[in-house]
């Protein structure tokens, strides 16, 4: 698929499509940057924390999604052509801890972007990053899911995604142009430890630097998960902004391997790294009170419509991610 991005304003002068990117700071957007960068967009990396360590985009504007009036000024400010909206909390047990902040952050902030852009750059393409995590109970059919299967959420995150992605069809249905990705589990170097492959390397980079005893927690290791790495996951939004918005397109696209990974699988991989002799531990603080045992996805829309595919083995992400953490241990 052609991913060049020509986009000619009301005299016929070619002008640079602009993104404008919420979330810019976290482990998605410091990897979806500089992709867009390559494929010739601006990107405005909008973010609560201060610019150091957001990554190369061309502009930073500092902004809580809280706040209705900053949100609507960033998008009259920049006016873009294209907006992915990646701020949330996304995390399972902290939506459990703190459910309050998770409604308020993953429904009402994206209300105060949906409001902005209707009023202040109603043309724009706008790219909601959901989750898989949607389906909930429907997993336990234990097949690949597509996009018509039922969304049964089963925590507070999923269920807080659902009712933006509500809202996102109904401005969709008065006429704003974009789309809704649900990417199933993405992974890789710079994920925070609270996620189940990251942990896993911490702890072992941590046994090997001597800074934690050879014992490694784990929670619910026998579930399957469907695995990608977060480069072919951003490259899936990439394809997707480059969507035409003179012809009709599908509104929602799952991102996933079709691939079950045992996540006991991944650990094993994990271990196989290191010499040392590591014992695995259950600690009942780690599992979910609403954990299933498989969760697969269903991609071919999103391959037949833009042509995408997985191309990072996972091999090579979990050797990244080890190495991550341990030059991260050499440098604490």
């Known amino acids: 698929m052609d991913r060049a991005h020509p986009r000619f304003g009301s005299e016929g002068v070619l002008v640079t499509p602009r993104i404008l990117m919420t979330g810019a700071g976290g482990f998605v957007g410091t990897t979806l940057v500089p992709m867009l960068l390559r494929d010739g967009y601006h990107v405005t990396a909008l973010s609560n924390r201060p610019q150091t360590g957001l990554g190369p985009a061309n502009e930073y504007l500092r902004c809580d999604m809280h706040d209705a009036a900053a949100v609507a000024a960033a998008v009259k400010q920049t006016q873009p052509t294209h907006i992915v909206h990646l701020a949330a909390v996304s995390h399972v047990p902290t939506?459990?801890?703190?459910?309050?902040?998770?409604?308020?952050?993953?429904?009402?902030?994206?209300?105060?972007?949906?409001?902005?852009?209707?009023?202040h750059a109603p043309h724009a393409f706008v790219l909601f990053t959901s989750s898989s995590e949607v389906y909930g109970a429907s997993f336990k059919q234990g097949v690949?899911?597509?996009?018509?299967?039922?969304?049964?959420?089963?925590?507070?995150?999923?269920?807080?995604?659902?009712?933006?992605?509500?809202?996102?069809v109904e401005y969709f249905r008065q006429g704003m142009n974009g789309v809704i990705a649900r990417p199933f589990n993405h992974i890789g170097a710079q994920q925070s430890a609270e996620f189940v492959t990251a942990s896993f390397a911490r702890q072992i980079a941590q046994i090997e630097a001597g800074k934690q005893p050879p014992i490694l927690s784990v929670g619910n290791i026998e579930a399957s998960r469907d695995f990608l790495d977060v480069r072919d996951v951003c490259?899936?939004?990439?394809?997707?902004?480059?969507?035409?918005?003179?012809?009709?397109?599908?509104?929602?696209?799952?991102?996933?391997?079709?691939?079950?990974?045992?996540?006991?699988?991944?650990?094993?991989?994990?271990?196989?790294?290191?010499d040392l002799r590591i014992l695995v531990e259950l600690d009942p603080q780690r599992l979910r009170p609403s954990d299933i045992p498989v969760a697969i996805g269903n991609s071919e829309l999103l391959r037949k419509v833009t042509g995408w595919q997985p191309n990072v083995p996972v091999e090579q992400t979990l050797g990244e991610l080890m190495n991550f953490w341990r030059r991260k241990m050499e440098n604490e």
């Not at 939506?95 to 009023?119: C, G, I, K, Q, Y």
């Not at 597509?146 to 009712?163: G, H, I, R, T, V």
């Open 235 to 274: 490259e899936a939004y990439v394809h997707l902004l480059a969507l035409p918005t003179d012809r009709e397109y599908p509104r929602l696209f799952n991102i996933a391997s079709g691939i079950p990974r045992q996540i006991r699988a991944m650990l094993d991989v994990l271990l196989s790294m290191t």
């Open 95 to 119: 939506s459990f801890a703190d459910p309050l902040l998770t409604w308020r952050t993953n429904v009402m902030a994206s209300m105060h972007l949906l409001e902005a852009v209707r009023l």
């Open 144 to 168: 690949a899911l597509d996009e018509q299967s039922p969304c049964k959420p089963m925590n507070p995150y999923s269920a807080s995604k659902l009712a933006a992605e509500s809202a996102f």
